[in-house]
């Protein structure tokens, strides 16, 4: 399989290895990685600063919808509503989906149902926060 670095439309970049985990500061996937896998890797960029986990892995991300003009509109939510980054966490995913080649335009929908809760966390995440 080939592994080609995506480049952000900044200087800005992450990296993952073949598990999706955050590694450095170039992103690699395979040269035929679809644009939702390019977002993903983009989105697993962005931490919840109280927790050592990106927010695609916390399951924070309940959909990612691409249309046709590669505008991207996700569904978030947050640990608790009353989350001290409610305001800057959707903006902080918006803008690094924006700096994927290929997106036109990028919005995040904060939204609380369903409620976030330990289930949605990745079972590499559980694993990393020793919730096993």
Known sequence: MEIKPIFFRSKQSAAVNSNNTLLSE??????????????????????DPEIPVNIYDLGLIYNININHGAEVVVKMTLTAPACPVAEILPAQVADVIKLVEGV?????????????????ISDAAKLSLGLF
């Open 26 to 47: 170039a992103a690699e996937l395979p040269a035929d990685a679809t644009l939702e896998e390019k977002i993903i890797a983009a989105i697993r960029t962005v931490y």
């Open 104 to 120: 036109s335009d990028a919005r995040v929908n904060l939204v609380w149902e369903p409620a976030w809760n330990k289930d949605c």
